[in-house]
């Protein structure tokens, strides 16, 4: 079973850092695109920063310049480095991949279980 699994979120102070992480694990045939979301109290989910599998980027308006998304292609994982925090970074973080499993020929989306960041003094 092909499964996202996140890590690195936690409680920073403005203008400080955090690294999260994003393991995608199982029988994975092919992973392309590679992206994080994230999603505050009361707003819609937004897309923060994709990546594809030869190391193409795309960042949203609000996080360019902060932050850094990276893969390693080897061990199935996405990276976020986020430098500079904002308190309007606080969110809730998903990673999201399509993947497609070795146990069949279809493309499926799969989320992360979601990682908590809060930039609060």
């Known amino acids: 079973q092909v499964q996202l699994v996140e890590s690195g979120g936690g409680l920073v102070q403005p203008g400080g850092s955090l690294r999260l992480s994003c393991a995608a694990t199982?029988?994975?045939?092919?992973?392309?695109?590679m992206a994080w979301y994230r999603q505050a109290p009361g707003k819609q989910r937004e897309l923060v920063a994709d990546?594809?599998?030869?190391?193409?980027?795309d960042y949203s308006d609000s996080v360019k310049g902060r932050f850094t998304i990276s893969r390693d292609n080897a061990k199935n994982t996405v990276y976020l480095q986020m430098n500079s925090l904002k308190p309007e970074d606080t969110a809730v973080y998903y990673c999201?991949?399509?993947?497609?499993?070795?146990?069949?020929?279809?493309?499926?989306?799969?989320w992360g279980q979601g990682t908590q960041v809060t930039v609060s003094s």
């Open positions: 199982g029988s994975i045939f092919s992973i392309y695109v």
């Open positions: 990546i594809n599998s030869g190391g193409s980027t």
């Open positions: 999201h991949a399509p993947i497609r499993s070795t146990y069949d020929s279809n493309w499926d989306d799969y």
